[in-house]
Nanobody, 118 residues
């Protein structure tokens, strides 16, 4: 299984970015994807997750109402649309995959850096 995160960059506060997580190697679409982030000097933080069908989504309180997670199973890609970005959203964002139903995330992609300037 491989997960490839992309879409990070530099954006001004109030702006938007869309991250993508391209998955390969899963034998079916029944895998959840989560987005996590780690800011300098801070702990790893859950951001959002989506079930295999896309029917269930979960968000951290800090991003609820600003970020939207979605997936296109035909493209094996999960997206994280980030709007109204704040400087505190600056972090390396990682996507992770779980095909056990436990949201334990056995598979991790490399990170993509998001920098929000004030």
């Amino acid at each position: 299984v491989q997960l490839q995160a992309s879409g990070g960059g530099l954006v001004q506060a109030g702006g938007s970015l869309r991250l993508s997580c391209a998955a390969s190697g899963f034998t079916s679409d029944d895998y959840a994807i989560g987005w996590f982030r780690q800011a300098p000097g801070k702990e790893h933080e859950f951001v959002a997750a989506i079930s295999g069908s896309g029917g269930s989504t979960y968000y951290a309180d800090s991003v609820k109402g600003r970020f939207t997670i979605s997936r296109d199973n035909a493209k094996n890609t999960v997206y994280l649309q980030m709007n109204s970005l704040k400087p505190e959203d600056t972090a390396v964002y990682y996507c992770a995959g779980d095909n056990t139903g436990s949201y334990g995330y056995d598979y991790w992609g490399q990170g993509t850096l998001v920098t929000v300037s004030s």
